[in-house]
T-cell receptor
Framework: KQEVTQIPAALSVPEGENLVLNCSFT??????LQWFRQDPGKGLTSLLL?????REQTSGRLNASLDKSSGRSTLYIAASQPGDSATYLC??????????FGSGTKLNVKP | KAGVTQTPRYLIKTRGQQVTLSCSPI?????VSWYQQTPGQGLQFLFE???????NKGNFPGRFSGRQFSNSRSEMNVSTLELGDSALYLC??????????????FGPGTRLTVL
């Protein structure tokens, strides 16, 4: 059974800091891996999708890396802002759009 | 382009009842997936539909079922509701693909409370 672990579970940083969120997964037969953010009581917003053949994907202040063979992905957030406060979820994707989710990292960026 | 819409947004039911939730995908998307989110178990995959066919199923009892219509809209049904079915039910849509995994676009969810 696929297991997805996200570390840390919670993170509180002052505004402006660079930070790294970690994700590990046990089944490396992935098609891709997607990072999401979720605001309280809301649905998920897609941040980045990395194909299994890629090593990195960037969007603005966000950079995600993927090491498929070791079952790891990281999400790097540069120059964090209070608006980045949310729960960040990683989800490796398998055949026919089956995604497994980690329990998330709850980020709080203090002004 | 309109996003994924889910109706209703909130539902309160009692144990033993059944419920139907609806999801309208982004225009042009033919794959629709359903997830259950609870504080204890997190996000769990229920099932995925593509061109009216269920292609993938998670590890949920048969009380959970779904279907997809020719316009790609999808419904999920939960029969004989239990207290533990209280959750946020999320629907996601993605572009058509015969296999593999595409970027998932999620709706706002339906909050189901079972009393």
């Amino acid at each position: 059974k696929q297991e997805v672990t996200q570390i840390p579970a919670a993170l509180s940083v002052p505004e402006g800091e660079n930070l790294v969120l970690n994700c590990s997964f046990t089944d490396s037969a992935i098609y891709n891996l997607q990072w999401f953010r979720q605001d309280p009581g809301k649905g998920l917003t897609s941040l980045l999708l990395i194909q299994s053949s890629q090593r990195e994907q960037t969007s603005g202040r966000l950079n995600a890396s993927l090491d498929k063979s070791s079952g790891r992905s990281t999400l790097y957030i540069a120059a964090s802002q209070p608006g980045d406060s949310a729960t960040y979820l990683c989800a490796p994707g398998y055949n026919f759009n089956k995604f497994y989710f980690g329990s998330g990292t709850k980020l709080n960026v203090k002004p | 382009k309109a996003g994924v819409t889910q109706t209703p947004r909130y539902l309160i039911k009692t144990r033993g009842q059944q419920v139907t939730l609806s999801c309208s995908p982004i225009s042009g998307h033919r794959s629709v997936s359903w997830y259950q989110q609870t504080p204890g178990q997190g996000l769990q995959f229920l099932f995925e539909y593509f061109s009216e066919t269920q292609r993938n199923k998670g590890n949920f009892p048969g009380r959970f079922s779904g279907r997809q219509f020719s316009n790609s809209r999808s419904e999920m049904n939960v029969s004989t509701l239990e207290l533990g079915d209280s959750a946020l039910y999320l629907c996601a849509s993605s572009l058509e693909r015969l296999a593999g995994a595409d970027t998932q676009y999620f709706g706002p969810g339906t909050r189901l409370t079972v009393l």
